[in-house]
């Protein structure tokens, strides 16, 4: 018996059709980026727009946005109708200065990485990626800062050191 094209998805179906495992659409759910109706004897069903959020979702994450980030944009969606391509572009737009911002991050880090490539250890006393010109070799060995981006620089050259990052 063939499905009818608007009906609701089980959990099975969402997971085959977008090829997300059914824990991680559990996990999405609990997290509030897709929704779920109940049925009667309290199975899942979702809306046939839920597989658009989960290749969504996805994709953010694969390009390194925060899962809160993620949250507040879906929430930014309508939720009474299927979101149009004019929804989805204007979202993606809000997020184009960011992605241009992480690729050239990690552009320069793979420029960085080619300086050590070879010991890949990050320890050396004078490693181009974790201590520019040797400025903290009076502080001790091995790498003392940790490069972040720029817009959360608190010190010079847009790096912070690592207890700070890790605080």
Known sequence: MATSPSAPLTVGELSRRSGVAVSALHFYEREGLITAERTAGNQRRYRRDTLRRVAFIRTSQRVGIPLADIRAALGSLPSSRTPTRADWA?????????????????????????????????????CSLSNPSDTLADTGSGPRRWPVPASRADTCDGQETLAAVNS
């Open 90 to 126: 204007a979202l993606s737009a809000s997020w184009r200065d960011r992605l241009d911002a992480r690729i050239d991050e990690l552009l320069s880090l793979r420029d960085a990485l080619s300086d050590c490539i070879g010991c890949g250890c990050l320890s050396l006393t004078a």
